[in-house]
Each structure stands twice: as C-alpha cells, then as structure tokens.
C-alpha cells in the first residue's frame, strides 16, 4: 500500500530549541495534516494543508505543504517541554483527476522527548 | 469548534463479554466517521470507516462479525467488540469529518480496552 515516511522516528529537545520533522513520499497528495498525540489521548489536529506551496502557522508551529505535492514539514520553533510527545503526519492521496482519493494515510510518528 | 467524544475513555471486561464504545461528535454533524487502533508505540491502523445511514466499509484483515459499528445518526457511531479476547485489548479511537470538508479528519480521546 502507499506510505508515508516520517522522520526522524525520535528526537530529544532542549527547551528553546527549534524542531523540525518531515513526511516525505513517492505518492502525490491533495491534503497534509499533522497531529500531536499525547500519551493515552487521541491525536489532536495541529495544522491542516490543503495547497500545493501552501505556509500555515498555528502558533509556534510552522508547516508547508511540499511543490511537488510528496512532501510535508513541520517546524517548532522555540520549543518549550509540553512540546513532548508524537505527532503524526497524515495525507490524502490525490486522484486520477486531481480530486481526494482513499482515506488518511499515516506516518509512523515521530517522538519528540526531553533531553535528559 | 469539531469536538469529538468518546465513550468510555477505558474499560476493562472479562473474555467473553461484549464491549460497546460511542463517538459522538459534539458540535457538528459528521457525516463519516472512523474507527481506528492502535498498538503501544505504533501509528494508528484504520479498522473501518463508518457512513450515516449505511453499512460500515471495513479494512481488509478486519472482521466485521467481530467488531459492529453502526451510525445512526450523523452524530453517533458505536463500535461493539463481541465476545472480546486479551487479544483485542488495544487503544480505539474514533475519528469524524464534517460535511463538504472531508479531508481534515478530528479525533476523539481514545478509549482503552482491556480483556482479561
């Protein structure tokens, strides 16, 4: 099946660092979400991308929707420790004639820790 | 606003019974939801993805005797474990689009089920 791969798998972080993870693809997408999971909890929505080129912020947290269509990041920008956690990346594929195809597909995660 | 709820967030029953999880969405209609698990430390796997008024479309590998979901209403989904094993303890976490924005998907808390 199609898959997204999301890197990097985990990472630890200092406070005030800035983060940044992508999703990458051999697939063309028509939507980019990326979710935050904490532990025990359901994936909240962070930022939703619906264009090509498209530069969303919420906050802190920065995310572009790839040119090519195959690809996605997110950045954090001056991290702070309830940034912890996993967030996914997830995407619609697009279709033979440009509409959504098929359901959300999901990257692995990546987990952001605190650096001991 | 796009608040998901599920109902219970955990509950434990022993082998044999038969569980019933509700996802209500609580301040818009959703006219599809989606019944997701997942295994510690791993992504989401979709199990089915649930239309009002129809019957459920389930993934491949998923068994559909075993795992009921009706939607009702474009609100409710429930999902029924029958006659749960140990093997079947996993997190469940529904998810929900609202109408004419299918592509963004917000999730409920999860719900946690053990059998013993």
């Known amino acids: 099946g199609q898959q997204l791969n999301q890197s990097p798998q985990s990472m630890f972080i200092q406070e005030g660092e800035d983060v940044s993870m992508n999703c990458t693809s051999s697939?063309?997408?028509?939507?980019w979400l990326w979710y935050k999971q904490d532990p025990g909890e359901g994936p909240v929505l962070l930022i939703a991308?619906?264009?090509?080129?498209e530069l969303t912020s919420n906050g802190r947290l920065t995310a572009q929707f790839g040119i090519t269509r195959k690809d996605s990041f997110l950045n954090i920008s001056a991290s702070i420790p309830s940034d912890v956690g996993i967030y996914f990346c997830?995407?619609?594929?697009?279709?033979?004639?440009?509409?959504?195809?098929?359901?959300?597909?999901f990257g692995k995660g990546t987990k952001l820790s605190v650096k001991p | 606003g796009a608040v998901v709820s599920q109902h219970p967030s955990w509950v434990i029953c022993k082998s044999g019974t038969s569980v019933k999880i509700e996802c209500r969405s609580l301040d818009f209609q959703a006219t599809t939801m989606f019944w997701y698990r997942q295994f510690p430390k791993q992504s989401l796997m979709l199990m089915a993805t649930?239309?009002?008024?129809?019957?459920?479309?389930?993934e491949q590998g998923v068994e559909k005797d075993k795992f009921l979901i009706n939607h009702a209403s474009l609100t409710l989904s429930t999902l029924t474990v029958t006659s749960a094993h140990p093997e079947d303890s996993s997190f469940y976490i529904c998810s929900a689009v609202t109408s004419g924005v299918t592509d963004t998907q917000y999730f409920g808390p999860g719900t946690r089920l053990t059998v013993l």
């Open positions: 649930s239309n009002e008024g129809s019957k459920a479309t389930y």
């Open positions: 997830a995407g619609r594929l697009r279709g033979r004639y440009g509409g959504s195809q098929g359901n959300l597909i």
């Open positions: 697939s063309i997408f028509n939507t």
């Open positions: 991308l619906y264009k090509a080129g």
